[in-house]
C-alpha cells in the first residue's frame, strides 16, 4: 500500500510539475513595449503591403455601426502617414470616446482606433498584448482629422 501510494503521490506531483511550463504565452505580456508607436507602426505595413481592409465607425453614444464606403479608406493611410514622432504621447488617454474606429483587414486581423476628441485617439489590436498607442493629433491637416472624419461619416446619409 505505501509503494502505490508512493507511486501515486510522485506520478502525480510530476505531471502537475511538467504541466506549468509555458513555453509561448499569447496573452501573457513579459515584456515592455518596444516603442509608443507600436500598433500603429503594425497597421502602416500592412497598409504598405496593400492588405484589403474595411473600416467602420461606431457611434458609443447611439451604439450604431456604420460601415465606411470603400472610397473613404484613405483617410487611414493618409492620417498615419501624417503623423510624426511628435504626435505619439507616452501616458494613456483615461476619457469616455465618442467614436471608435474598427480596422478589419482580410487577414482576421482587427485594429481598434478610440477617438476620444478633436485632439486625441489612442490605437490598439482587438486582442493586443500591450498598452494601446497614445496619439496627438495636433498639427495633424484638418482635412486627416479622424473626430472630423467619425463626424462626416455619422452625418452622412445611408443608402438603403
Known amino acids: 500500500m505505501k509503494k502505490f501510494l508512493f507511486f501515486a503521490v510522485s506520478t502525480l506531483l510530476s505531471l502537475m510539475l511538467c504541466s ?12 515592455k513595449k ?21 473600416l467602420y465607425v ?29 504626435n505619439y504621447l ?11 474606429i474598427k480596422i478589419v483587414f482580410d487577414d482576421t486581423s482587427k485594429y481598434l482606433i478610440k477617438v476620444f476628441s ?3 485617439i489612442s490605437i490598439s489590436p482587438w486582442d493586443g498584448t500591450f498598452e494601446e498607442d497614445s496619439i496627438s ?4 491637416p484638418l ?5 472630423e472624419f467619425c463626424s462626416h461619416i455619422q452625418n452622412t446619409p445611408t443608402s438603403n
Open 20 to 31: 506549468c511550463t509555458i513555453q509561448d504565452p499569447k496573452y501573457i505580456s513579459l515584456s
Open 34 to 54: 518596444p516603442n509608443n508607436h507600436y500598433y500603429t507602426s503594425e497597421i502602416k505595413k500592412k497598409l504598405l503591403e496593400n492588405d484589403p481592409f474595411t
Open 58 to 86: 461606431f457611434d458609443t453614444n447611439l451604439y450604431k455601426e456604420i460601415k465606411v464606403s470603400s472610397d473613404e479608406d484613405d483617410i487611414i493611410e493618409n492620417f498615419i502617414g501624417s503623423l510624426t514622432e511628435t
Open 90 to 100: 507616452d501616458n494613456y488617454i483615461v476619457e469616455k470616446e465618442p467614436f471608435r
Open 118 to 120: 478633436s485632439s486625441n
Open 137 to 140: 493629433m495636433e498639427n495633424v
Open 143 to 147: 482635412g486627416y482629422n479622424l473626430f
